[in-house]
C-alpha cells in the first residue's frame, strides 16, 4: 500500500528531468551515498541547499585554521571512505591517528585504559575534520559522470502518484522525477517531516560546547574522556606543529551551566576546562571561538517508506559520548548503497519498499543497540547515589582486568565484528 505524499502548494509537482535517485543534503551522508552508487549504471541526483565552498582547506596548524566540528572515525568508517576513494585525500590533508583512550570516573577511582595493541590494529580510530571528509566525497561525486549536483537548491514539496515515481520540485525551479528519494538532510529533515515519519525523542537538557584548544602537554595520541556528575568532557587529539600541542573538546553540560562557559572571556573558559579536565594535559593555555548545540535523541520508527528512505541523522541522532553517529551514518549509507546495486542486478527499482525494507531490517537493530548503549552510559554517570558510584567505579577496574571482555568492547567500538 502507498503512503499519500504532500503535494506542492501552487498544485501538482509537474514531471521533472528523470533520475534513479534524487539524494536530498549534500554532507558527509548524502556526498558519501552518491559516491557509493556512482558508476554503476544509474542517474543520481545530488540536491544541498547550503552553498557548497570551493576553496582550499587551510594549511596552517592553528586555533584558528581547524574545524569546530570533528569526527572520531572507526577503522570500518575509514575502510569504507576508502572504497570510496575518499580516503587518501583526506589522509593527504591531515588526521590524527589515535592510538589510546582513557576513560575516568569524575566521581570515584573508576579508569579504563584502551590501546590498540590489545587487538593487533594500528589505530583505534582517525580524529578527522568534517570539512576534510565532505571536500573529498564531493571531489568523487564531482568527478562522476553520472551524479547532478543541485545548488544551491532547497527541496519545496515532492508527491508520490499510484505507481509512478515521486516528483520533487526545488526552489529553484527544477522539477525532478525519480524512484528513490534518500532522506540525507540531518537531524532536522525536511524530506522525514514532508513525509510524516514516526520518531522517538526526547530532550537531554544539555548542549555540548565545542572548541579547539592548545594544552601545555602532548595528548600522546591519546583520546581522554571523564564523565563528570554534569555532563561527559572529551579531548580529542588532533595534529599539532612546532612543540604545540591541540585538541578539539565536546564538552556536554546540564542546560543552565552552559550560557556562562560561552560567556567567560577565553582565560576564565580554559581554567575552568582546567579543573573539569584534572589537567590530563596540563594546563589549558588557548581556546579558540566556542560553539554549543543541544543535545536531542531522536529515532524514526521507520526509515522506509515506498521510494523514500532516511540515513543517518536524519533517521537517528545519539548521545556524543563515543562519537559514534558519523560511524552509524556511514554504515546506514554503505548498506543502502550495498542495497541499491545488488537490487539493480536483480532488475528490482531502487524505490522497491522490499529492497527498502532489507536496508532497515540490517541497520535498525545495530543503531538501536548503539544508541541504548549511549544512553544507558550517560545516565549511569550521571547517578550520584554512593552505591551507584561504588559499583560502576569497581565496574570499570574490573573490565581493565578482564582482557577477553575488553578486547570485545574495543572491537565493537572499532566497528570490526
Known amino acids: 500500500m502507498r503512503r499519500e505524499l504532500p ?32 558508476d554503476q549504471g544509474l542517474r543520481i541526483a545530488l540536491v544541498e541547499a547550503a552553498p557548497l565552498g570551493t576553496g582550499e582547506l587551510p594549511a596552517t596548524i592553528d586555533l584558528a585554521n581547524f574545524d569546530h566540528r570533528v569526527s572520531a572515525l572507526t577503522p570500518r568508517s575509514r575502510e569504507f571512505l576508502d572504497r570510496l576513494e575518499a580516503w587518501q585525500p ?4 591531515r588526521h590524527l591517528p589515535y592510538q589510546h583512550m582513557t576513560v575516568w570516573d569524575a ?5 579504563i585504559e584502551f590501546d590498540c595493541s590489545e ?7 582517525h580524529i578527522v575534520e568534517n570539512r576534510a571528509i565532505v571536500d573529498a566525497l564531493l571531489a568523487r561525486v564531482l568527478e562522476a559522470k553520472d551524479v547532478t549536483l543541485y545548488n544551491p537548491a532547497r527541496l519545496v514539496s515532492f508527491e508520490q502518484q499510484a505507481d509512478g515515481p515521486l516528483q520533487v520540485l526545488l526552489d529553484n525551479g527544477e522539477s525532478l522525477a525519480t524512484s528513490l528519494l534518500v532522506a540525507a538532510d540531518g537531524a532536522q529533515s525536511r524530506v522525514r517531516e514532508m513525509a510524516g515519519f514516526e520518531t522517538r525523542e526526547w530532550d537531554y537538557g544539555h548542549r555540548a560546547i565545542v572548541a579547539t584548544v592548545e594544552v601545555e602537554a602532548s595528548h600522546e595520541d591519546t583520546a581522554w ?3 563528570l556528575p554534569s555532563g561527559p568532557l572529551a579531548l580529542l587529539p588532533l595534529p599539532g606543529d612546532r612543540g604545540r600541542h591541540y585538541c578539539s573538546i565536546v564538552w556536554s553540560l546540564q542546560e543552565g551551566l552552559v550560557d556562562g562557559l560561552l560567556q567567560q572571556d577565553d582565560s576564565g573558559f580554559c581554567r575552568e576546562l582546567e579543573v573539569a579536565s584534572e589537567r590530563c594535559l596540563g594546563a589549558v ?6 560553539g554549543a548545540f ?19 541523522d536524519a533517521a537517528h541522532t545519539i548521545h556524543p559520548l563515543a562519537g559514534q553517529g558519523i560511524n552509524l551514518g556511514l554504515q546506514d549509507v554503505d ?4 542495497e541499491i546495486l545488488a537490487g539493480g542486478e536483480r532488475g528490482s527499482d531502487p524505490g522497491d519498499i522490499d529492497l527498502l525494507r532489507r536496508y532497515q531490517r540490517r541497520r535498525k537493530s545495530e543503531n538501536l543497540l548503539m544508541m541504548a548503549a549511549m544512553d544507558g552510559f550517560k545516565r549511569l554517570f550521571e547517578q550520584q547515589a554512593l552505591p551507584v558510584r561504588w559499583l560502576r567505579n569497581v565496574g570499570m577496574r574490573g573490565v581493565g582486568r578482564l582482557a577477553p571482555l575488553k578486547q570485545q568492547i574495543i572491537r565493537h567500538a572499532m566497528g570490526i565484528h
Open 107 to 111: 566521581e570515584g577511582t573508576g579508569r
Open 119 to 125: 587487538v593487533d590494529a594500528p589505530a583505534l580510530g
Open 225 to 227: 574522556q571523564r564523565f
Open 90 to 93: 583526506i589522509a593527504n590533508y
Open 285 to 290: 593555555l588557548a581556546c579558540s571561538p566556542r
Open 294 to 312: 543541544p543535545l536531542r535523541q531522536r529515532h524514526a520508527v521507520d526509515y522506509v517508506l515506498p521510494g523514500i528512505a532516511l540515513v543517518a
Open 7 to 38: 503535494t506542492s502548494a501552487d498544485g501538482p509537482v509537474p514531471e521533472g528531468q528523470a533520475y534513479d535517485v534524487v539524494v536530498i543534503g549534500a554532507g558527509i551522508a548524502g556526498a558519501a551515498l552518491a559516491a557509493a552508487i556512482s
Open 335 to 338: 548498506v543502502l548503497a550495498q
